[in-house]
């Protein structure tokens, strides 16, 4: 189960990519979910994210998100 702050955070991040990305939020999921970077990536390492800007978060997830062997 997702916690409310992690559920926030993650439709935060979704809008913000989807934005970045120029696609729908539930394109960005769909990227998120398959490439393992949501489960992997997003939810262990909340604590730190959350903390950080909006630039740096588009950097780092799109650089993940290649570098797991997705294009965007």
Known sequence: MVASKNLKFIVFLL???A???HKM???VY???KSSG???GYILP???VLHTLGTRYLV???TGCVR???YKI
Do not use: K, N, T
């Open 15 to 17: 809008h913000v990519l």
């Open 19 to 21: 934005d970045a990305w």
């Open 25 to 27: 939020p539930s394109e």
């Open 30 to 32: 769909a990227v998120l």
């Open 37 to 39: 970077v949501l489960d």
């Open 45 to 47: 390492s909340y604590d």
């Open 59 to 61: 950097q780092d997830i």
């Open 67 to 69: 570098d797991w062997g």
